[in-house]
């Protein structure tokens, strides 16, 4: 197992003063008749709050399971973990208003249209009928829905869903949103509409947590990222230092790119045959 | 209740908007009350049968029928689809109460509920059954019909979000056969062998049935219709209790 490395960038004055964001020695235990699975293994985290963080590894390392107990979806099995400056596992209720969730399946009810599962969600978050509607309007404005705001959802695209998702975790202006691979699944020109969305959210102040598999991504996106692997943060810190201190690490000659940074993270190596890559576990 | 109240709005749409889930609910009933009818009517004659309290024997199933259709809700299999598809955790990460969560389609179940067991009881009125109780009879006979159906969904959405598994959650719907026929459905408890007389005797939706039955066959008996409501009552507090603390330790 790779050493953590953590190369952490001060923040810019004025932008990033509070955690958003803080866990330490989070573990998510799951036992069975059979056997235990310790899918999250004492993760620290500090995302401060105005960045977008991504959080990168490979399938099952444990972020999916990350997000679910910072998002108050599954309970902690240990440590603990503060949101919006709020305790987790102490004040659900009050960590639910201040955050904006849109999880890796797009969870949306398609049997309503994309305007009456967002005032739905406006209502749910204590808007009034009227407030629901407006703040509906806007946000379907926002993710270029507006066109399609009086269909059933069972008929948009992935690409659609992914929006609607997104507008549906902005209802009540959340201080923190996290985001389950948004693009998982979309197409180049879907995927980019996403990653405008991120950063004009961002650009209004929301504080952006992001696990994604795509390393392009993460690199276009996050100020700062952590990559999980086996459920143990392995390296954190940002795109540039990271990418940096590996070049330095194994004297590469060229620049070092995330993916070196990921694999490199995961104990995984690349073999190139015939002009295709394949990935192998070291 | 607001949260409840909207969410039940939401899943009451969803209904409307998949009526194959609906239509079923109220044809297979109608469908076995005119089988029951047409086997055991001869047997049971209006004119000599005291049972009958001078009514036919169709009056009599009307109750079997009524709660044949409120085991027919649909609540737990959306309720499935809506774990599967990702929209419950959806739910689960804003604010409102855990127990709206539930309540919301318990509510849109109660009102749908409401429907079919006015029509069923209008489409027996059409074929000459007559509601001994009166306007207040109806209203309570629809309104216990309702709180079963809503009763029952309610164990089942304890199941689904139990087992998350669509097949478990139909599996367990299958319970409805004992319930429904562990009891005086063809004839009166007294009439019903010892071993049956027995089953029937512990089995709660058989005071339901002699509430309904009641009200269709005598004026306001309050006696069997007091001792069904309480049962349904009790019924829905233990379904309410389980049903918040399995949302409340959903993991």
């Known amino acids: 197992m790779p050493e953590v490395t953590s190369v952490v960038q001060r923040a810019p004055e004025g932008r990033r003063s509070a955690a958003a964001v803080e866990a330490e020695g989070l573990v998510k235990t799951y036992r069975s008749r059979a056997d235990t699975v310790e899918a999250v293994r004492g993760v620290d985290l500090r995302v401060e709050a105005g960045e977008v963080f991504g959080f990168l590894g490979p399938n099952g390392a444990g972020k999916s399971t990350t997000v679910k107990m910072l998002t108050t979806l599954l309970s902690i099995t240990a440590g603990r973990a503060r949101v919006a400056g709020l305790d987790v596992g102490r004040e659900p209720d009050a960590v639910r208003r201040r955050i904006g969730v849109a999880l890796q399946e797009a969870g949306l009810d398609p049997r309503q249209t994309g305007r009456e599962l967002l005032v739905l969600q406006g209502r749910l978050f204590d808007l009034s009928a009227r407030e629901a509607e407006t703040r509906a309007v806007e946000l379907l404005e926002l993710v270029e829905l507006t066109d399609a705001a009086d269909r059933r959802i069972k008929g948009y695209s992935g690409g659609m869903k992914r929006r609607l998702d997104l507008a549906s975790a902005l209802v009540h202006e959340p201080e923190v949103l996290f985001l389950d691979e948004p693009t998982t699944g979309l197409d180049p020109a879907s995927r980019l509409t996403v990653w405008d969305e991120v950063r004009r959210i961002n650009e209004r102040g929301t504080t952006v947590f992001l696990t994604t598999q795509y390393l392009e991504e993460a690199d276009q996106l996050c100020d700062r990222l952590a990559i999980i692997d086996d459920g143990r943060i392995v390296r954190e810190g940002t795109p540039a230092r990271l990418k940096a201190e590996l070049r330095e690490r194994l004297g590469l000659e060229r620049e070092a790119t995330l993916d070196d940074v990921f694999l490199d993270a995961t104990g995984r190596t690349r073999i190139h045959v015939a002009g295709e890559v394949q990935e192998v576990s070291a | ?251």
Not at chain 2, 56 to 61: I, K, L, N
Not at chain 2, 94 to 108: F, N
């Open chain 2, 1 to 251: 209740m607001t949260d409840a109240l909207v969410l039940g709005q939401r899943a009451l749409r969803e209904g409307i908007r998949t009526p194959e889930a609906i239509v079923p609910t109220l044809f297979i009933p109608l469908f076995f009350l005119v089988v029951n009818v047409g086997q055991a009517a001869k047997i049971f004659p209006g004119s000599t049968t005291a049972f009958l309290h001078g009514q036919g024997y169709g009056a009599f199933q009307l109750p079997s029928s009524m709660l044949l259709a409120a085991s027919f809700g649909s609540a737990a299999l959306f309720l499935v689809e809506e774990i599967e598809g990702g929209y419950f955790d959806k739910l689960r990460a804003t604010p409102v109460r855990r127990s709206a969560i539930v309540l919301g389609r318990l509510i849109a179940e109660g009102a749908k509920a409401l429907l079919i067991a006015s029509l069923i009881v209008l489409v027996g009125l059409a074929f000459g059954i007559t509601i001994a109780s009166g306007v207040l009879g109806f209203v309570l006979l629809v309104v216990l019909t309702a709180l079963w159906a809503v009763v029952y969904a309610g164990f089942m959405q304890i199941i689904a979000l139990k087992t998350r598994s669509a097949a478990a959650t139909n599996s367990a719907g299958l319970i409805f056969f004992p319930l429904l026929f562990l009891t005086p459905n063809f004839v009166p408890r007294d009439l019903l062998t010892r071993p049956m007389e027995i089953a029937a005797t512990f089995n709660p939706v058989t005071y339901i049935m002699e509430a309904l039955r009641s009200l269709v066959l005598v004026d306001l008996a309050w006696e069997p219709i007091v001792l069904g409501y309480l049962v349904v009552a009790v019924a829905g507090a233990i379904m309410l209790a389980i049903s918040i603390r399995v949302i409340r330790t959903y993991d």
